[in-house]
């Protein structure tokens, strides 16, 4: 026992002396509570244009089962993000990827190679497919799909971020993960743009408020989380870019 309890220490110091070395050219993924059984994980990506910009999935957790929705941006934060789950005690039961970009799908080979269950819907599975990219082990078709007993449950709006982005809608907790279709408040532009249905986008968020009611809290594929106004945002920042 009292082996570990030298070892440990110094293992912990070695991690914190790489990542300080890493952090040069690596901003850490982070994890921090939404809501009872709710984890924001944000991962970060540098691009030359427009610096750090952050991507967010979540971790339900139910009864120390956990399921990730959308895999962080990169291979080495999605082991991070592994390692945090198993530190938690919690079984890692799959994960479900929000659309074929690689800010929810970039972990899925790893995932995969850890025979941790992978879904996709089949829409962005062909794409995943066509483009020669990871497949999720699993997809399914039609517009909605329930997992971790029905407390993680994906749904098809139609187009807009994307031709095949979905939300997740966790029941329990009236959250809204948005994904990429829906834009938070600190966004007042469309973001990426080169696969999107522009003309189809406010439809697919109308028919998110429709089908959801009352949303307690919205989680945005990127930027911080809000409330439901955060679609009526996404509405406006929609129009405004249609009319230019
Ligand atoms: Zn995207």
Same mark, same amino acid.
């Given at each position: 026992?009292? !082996?570990? #309890?030298? $070892?440990? &220490? /110094?293992?912990?110091?070695?991690? @914190?002396?790489?990542?300080?070395?890493?952090? +040069?050219?690596? !901003?850490? #993924?982070? $994890?921090? &509570? /939404?809501?009872?059984?709710?984890? @924001?994980?944000?991962?970060?990506?540098?691009? +030359?244009?427009?610096?750090?910009?952050?991507?967010?999935? /979540?971790?339900?957790?139910?009864?120390?089962?956990?399921?990730?929705?959308?895999?962080?941006?990169?291979?080495?934060?999605?082991?991070?993000? /592994?390692?945090?789950?198993?530190?938690?005690?919690?079984?890692?039961?799959?994960?479900?990827?929000?659309?074929?970009?690689?800010?929810?799908t970039?972990?899925i080979a790893?995932?995969?190679?850890?025979?941790?269950?992978t879904?996709?819907?089949?829409?962005?599975?062909?794409?995943?497919?066509?483009?020669?990219?990871t497949?999720a082990?699993?997809?399914?078709?039609?517009?909605?799909?329930?997992?971790?007993?029905?407390?993680?449950?994906?749904?098809?709006?139609?187009?807009?971020?994307?031709?095949?982005?979905?939300?997740?809608?966790?029941?329990?907790?009236?959250?809204?993960?948005?994904?990429?279709?829906?834009?938070?408040?600190?966004?007042?532009?469309?973001?990426?743009?080169?696969?999107?249905?522009?003309?189809?986008?406010?439809?697919?968020?109308?028919?998110?408020?429709?089908?959801?009611?009352?949303?307690?809290?919205?989680?945005?594929?990127?930027?911080?989380?809000?409330?439901?106004?955060?679609?009526?945002?996404?509405?406006?920042?929609?129009?405004?870019?249609?009319?230019?």
């Open positions: 026992m009292n !082996k570990y #309890l030298v $070892v440990l &220490p /110094l293992l912990f110091t070695l991690a @914190v002396c790489q990542h300080l070395h890493a952090n +040069e050219v690596h !901003k850490p #993924l982070r $994890v921090e &509570p /939404l809501t009872d059984g709710v984890y @924001v994980h944000t991962s970060y990506k540098h691009f +030359e244009r427009s610096g750090w910009i952050d991507s967010n999935g /979540l971790v339900v957790v139910h009864q120390d089962q956990a399921f990730i929705v959308d895999t962080p941006w990169s291979e080495t934060d999605t082991e991070l993000l /592994l390692k945090w789950i198993a530190g938690q005690g919690w079984q890692l039961q799959g994960s479900i990827s929000t659309h074929f970009h690689d800010d929810r970039a972990g790893l995932l995969n190679s850890k025979s941790i269950p879904y996709t819907s089949k829409m962005t599975d062909e794409i995943l497919l066509e483009k020669g990219k497949r082990l699993n997809s399914f078709s039609g517009e909605s799909f329930e997992m971790l007993g029905g407390r993680v449950q994906a749904f098809y709006p139609g187009e807009g971020h994307a031709k095949d982005n979905l939300v997740i809608w966790l029941p329990e907790q009236q959250v809204l993960f948005g994904g990429c279709l829906i834009r938070s408040f600190e966004w007042g532009s469309l973001g990426f743009t080169g696969d999107a249905s522009i003309g189809r986008w406010a439809s697919s968020v109308q028919k998110v408020k429709d089908k959801f009611n009352p949303i307690t809290l919205v989680v945005p594929g990127h930027g911080k989380p809000g409330d439901a106004t955060m679609l009526d945002h996404t509405m406006g920042v929609v129009e405004q870019n249609t009319n230019k």
